[in-house]
C-alpha cells in the first residue's frame, strides 16, 4: 500500500503550531520572569496553579473537548456538528467552573492570598481549551491563530505591568492571566463565523446523559492520568512543601513547548483519524500513528539536548542549590515517553476504548505513586522525577501494545462496532454518530 505524506495535515500542523508557539514562548517569558522576582515559595505555589491548570485541562481534554472533536468530525451535517457544539459547550462551562472553584479552595487552604485569583485564571484557561478544540474540529484553524495572538499580546502586557508595579505580584499575575485568557475567548467569539450558542436546557441535558455511559470511562481515565501525570507536583508539594517543588518545576516548565506541541498534533490529527476510522481505512490510522509518533520521537530528543545544553546557564535564586542538570536529565526521560504514546492513545480514543485508556493510566499511576513515595522518603526531591518516568514508560508501553492489538483485531475482521468487550447499551465513537445528536432540537 503507497502511503503519501500527508503535506496538507503538514500545512495544518505549521499554521496551528504557530498559534501555539507564541503562547508557549509567553508562559516560558513569564516563568523566567518570576524565577527572579519571587521567593522559591512564591514559585512553588505559582507552579501549583499551572498543574492544576493542566489538570483542568485534562479533563475539559477527557470529558468535552476530545468527544466533541471527535463527533463533529464524524458529523455528515450542520445540524449534528451544532448540536455536539452546543452539548460540549455546556458540559465545559460546568467543567471549568468545578475546576477553578477547587483552584480557587486549594490555595485558600494552602493561605495563598492570591487563591480565588488563581481560581479566575484556571477556569479562564480551561474554558479557552475547549473551545480552541471545538474551533479546529470547525476548521478554523486562522480564528484560533488570532485569538492565540490576541491571548499573547494582551497577556504579555498585563503580566508585565503587574510585575513591575503591582505589590502582590502573585496574584495580580494570575489576575492578569485570567483576563488574557477571557480576551482569547472574547476574540473566538466575536469572530465565529456564526453566533456561539449556549444551553443548559433540558434537551440539552438529557443529550449529554445519553454519552455519559461512554464519558464516565473518559472522565475516570481523566482522574488516573491527573494522578499519574500529576502526582509527582502533589506528592512533593505536600511532603516537602512548595519550596522544594520550585527548581523541580523551574526544569520542567523548560519542556512545556513539548507539551504545548502535542496538544497541536491532537488537534490537527484526532478529527482527520476519526474521519479516516469511520470509512473503515484502518491501516491508514495506523501508518499515520507511526509516522507523527517518529516525528513527535525525534523532535523531543532533539528538543531536550539542547535544554540541556542550555540549563547550566540560567540563574536564579531558586536554582541556587539545585542540581539542574540531573534534574534536566531525568525530565528528559520523563518527557521522551509523553510523546511517543500520544498517538497511540489517539487511536485508543477514536476507537472509544476508553477502558483500555483508563486501565492503562490506573497503572501508571499506582506505579508512578508508589516510586515516587518510595524515592521521596529515601533520596532528595529531585530524585522523584525517575518514579514519574518510569510512570510514563509504563504508559508508553501498554498503549502501544493495546493500540496494535486493536488494530490487527479491525483489520482481521475480529473487532467492530459491536464488540462484546464493550457495553451493549453503549454507541462506540467509531460508528456513525448518534441519530440523536444530528437531528435533535438544540
Known sequence: MKFAFPGHLLRRLVLMIGGEAIQSGF???????????????????????????????????????????????KSTNRAGVDAHDVTFGGAAVVV??????????????????????????????????HMRTAFFARRQQMVVSISDFTFTVAGAAMTALAIWTAPNVLQMVFYALAAANLIGIAVLARLAPRPLRLSFRAPVRRRYARLWRQLRWSG?????????????????????????????AAVLVLFAPL??????????????????????????????????????????????AGIMFVLPTIRSQTLADASVSFIGLLAVANFIPIMLYIMPRIVLEILGEFRVVAFITTAGAVVGLVLIAILLAIASPPWSLAGAAASETVVLAASWYFARRHILALESGTLDSGDSRHDSKSTSWRGTEPAPLATGKR
Open 27 to 73: 508562559h516560558f517569558a513569564l516563568n523566567l520572569a518570576l524565577l527572579h522576582v519571587l521567593s522559591a515559595q512564591g514559585y512553588g505555589i505559582f507552579a501549583i496553579a499551572m498543574v492544576m491548570g493542566g489538570v483542568g485541562l485534562s479533563y475539559i481534554r477527557s470529558l468535552t473537548a476530545v468527544p466533541a472533536s471527535i463527533w463533529m468530525g
Open 96 to 129: 471549568a467552573s468545578i475546576v477553578g472553584a477547587a483552584t480557587a479552595l486549594l490555595m485558600l487552604m494552602w493561605g495563598d492570598a492570591g487563591g480565588i485569583a488563581a481560581g479566575c485564571f484556571v477556569g479562564a484557561w480551561s474554558l479557552r481549551s
Open 220 to 248: 475516570f481515565s481523566a482522574t488516573t492520568t491527573n494522578i499519574q501525570g500529576q502526582c509527582l507536583a502533589l506528592l512533593v508539594a505536600g511532603i516537602a512543601g512548595p519550596a522544594a517543588y520550585a527548581p523541580i
Open 259 to 304: 507539551r504545548i506541541v502535542s496538544l497541536a498534533f491532537v488537534n490537527m490529527l484526532q478529527p482527520e483519524l476519526a474521519k479516516l476510522m469511520a470509512s473503515n481505512e484502518v491501516r491508514r490510522v495506523w501508518m499515520h500513528a507511526k509516522l507523527w509518533s517518529l516525528v513527535m520521537g525525534l523532535g523531543s530528543l532533539v528538543y531536550g
